[in-house]
């Protein structure tokens, strides 16, 4: 086995890592309020009772 | 008041994020508004789950407007111990609550939210709805072709670049390997194609996707061949990229406008539940489950759902919602009342004649349903063509090889399908229209989608409706006539008229504008008549034409001072302010036609702004739908311009209908876009601009033509290599988007738009 096929697998599951967290990020609804998150952010979190 | 409530529960954080925190007018809501609410029917249409000790509500919250906003409705577990969280989506604005229903109840969430300015907007609709399902198909599909597609370029370039034959094993591992990969592009990213171009033969049409998706498919059965033989390594990046491009294209272009709504019909403008009145008391019924002979308790600025008759009280009903008649009608005992009016006075109760289906607004609607036959787009037709020139150089081609090389047929005509994917065309159609719906959306024009510039190129007569569109409502012009008031009687006249909150009061008020206004005794509003009082020991009265026994064909109040008459204002609409040079603008390349539902009061002035334009006046809802159609049965194409429900009808009809809104968070009726009112002196621009649009993408289509003639030059004699298509495909489409790009900024700048 070449040393080509070892890097090709791992090249591939890297960016497969990268695909899932991007389908995960769409799945969980990231996209669909990209105001909320970046405003929500800034807010001071106090304490809940 | 709202400060008092933010402050006691140490939110005052709110006033610091924002420079204008809170929306300043607010509706005084009545007490037992959202009684309804405590109704279990009614509830558990209402929210989305419920265990034994949570339940969870979304919210639609038009008020929703700053970071200031999000902070305080995230915190308003502090308002209420009760909610659980709260989460709101901003540019949906919905707030989406979970609350322990044992600690509080649906009804306490509604009022707390009103109590701080956001009054929760329930409606028919939110009974009725189907969930609608998004599509977040269509991003993971691009993503997933993305990846395949780079991995498939990378592994591609052994190929392209020569392997030495000592590493024979390694090409075909990188060929097997690119064959997976393709795999879920063929089979999963590439479906919204074959699906379009399936619906499209079905209806014995061909569309733009039944090429594309021949295309696909031969690519990928050719390049399966290849490698399954080991004769080559296939076209698997080419055949993974178009599809990355034009999924990247169509996301683009189906980029919606969450915050707005295209297609309201009467069940978003009604209320859930009314109140019913049974032996004396006040029920609270949902509006489906309404019956005639009901009998309903209709409250200050609540709506009339459903045609009655008054059995109770006066009303003074607002029809502007309906007619576009901007004055409210006053109405007394015995007299018809239709659904869609607001009553603006006191409480009136109503017996119910018709159903809420079957009263005259709803059947604005329902009468005109299937009459959606919009013309196709232009790419569409062109690519019927498409397809046929496409085919008959692959018979030509093929027939041709099959008399001189036998071998030859299948490569060479293969390749012409590989080469010949309407795919530029389907790309420079989709990036340039994605491209001019953000620029006229960052100019607060709100096509509905692509198909809308198209319609818009095509448009030669525009209808303006005049009440609310061409006029400013929040804006009266006045002028007096009679007697001429010292300026003792206009301090007493305004003082009078600033006790009232009725618009015309108001603007008498805000005309006379005086500062030191003496007191008023004895003030008495009579709804539907007018106002009176002692200032300074005179009587003074203001009332409607009726009380000077008048009757007079525009809007005025009649001044009284010690039951005489003295004098009368009067008031007309007033223009915006661009109205006139916009009509002119207009009048050069288009009918215009303007159709009013108000009386004629205005029509000579109108008509000295628009010289030979159509002027006509007293136009109910279905005679604006019915001038939309003749003019249509003349052959035009009709732009409709109309701001509220009274021209639903008529914006449904027309080619194009934008619905006007004074603020994009209002209501509009449906439609096919939706312009913000201060926009709308740019409308010429706009429309230059669509036609721009066309233009651009013919050109690029042009573009997309060479190359694909170049392809066919190789194609045609069966010597298309995979290394020529990998060249030619990504940088003809690179080419398309930057072109598109470049050309829509350009036109858009060149044409001066304010953003």
Known sequence: ?49 | MVYEIINSSGLCNYYNLNETPGVAQRVEVRKDKFAYLENKNIRDQIIQFKNDRQTRVSFFLPQIHCSSCLYLLENIHRLDAGIISCRINFPAKKAEIVFDHSRTSLRNIAETLTSIGYEPYISLKDINRSKPAINKNLLVQLGVAGFCFSNIMLMSFPEYLGVDETEESIRGIFRWANFFLSLPVFFYSAWPFYESSWKSLKHRFLNIDAPVALAIIITFIRSVWEVFSGEGGGYFDSMTGIVFFMLAGRVLQDKTHKQLSFDRDFTSYFPVAVSVMKNGEENPIMLPEVKVNDTLLIHSQELVPADGIIVKGRALIDYSFVTGESLPEAKGIGELVYAGGKQVGGPIEVMVIKEVNNSYLTSLWNGQDDQEEKTRSFVHRVSKYFTLVVFTIALITGLYWWQHDVAKVWPAVTAIFIIACPCALLLSNSFTNGHILRILSRNKLFLKNAQVIEDITGVNHIVFDKTGTLTNPSEQEISYEGAPLTAMQKRQVAALASCSVHPLSRAIAGWLNITDKPAVQGFKEITGTGIEGFVEDNWIKIGAATDAGKADSSATAYVFFENRVTGKFIFCNRYRHFVPSLLKELGKRFKISVISGDNEAEKANLEKMLSGATVLFHQKPADKLKYIEKLQSRGDKVMMIGDGLNDAGALKQSNTGIAVSENTNTFTPASDAIIDADQLRWLPRFIRLCHINKRIIIASFIYSIVYNVVGLYFAVQGTLSPLIAAILMPSSSIGIVLLTYAASNWSARRLKLPD
């Open chain 1, 1 to 49: 086995m070449s040393v080509i096929i070892i890097l090709l697998l791992v090249s591939i599951s890297v960016a497969g890592l990268f695909l899932a967290a991007f389908i995960w990020s769409v799945k969980s609804g990231q996209y669909e309020d990209d105001y909320s998150p970046s405003s929500r952010i800034l807010f001071e979190e106090e304490n809940r009772k």
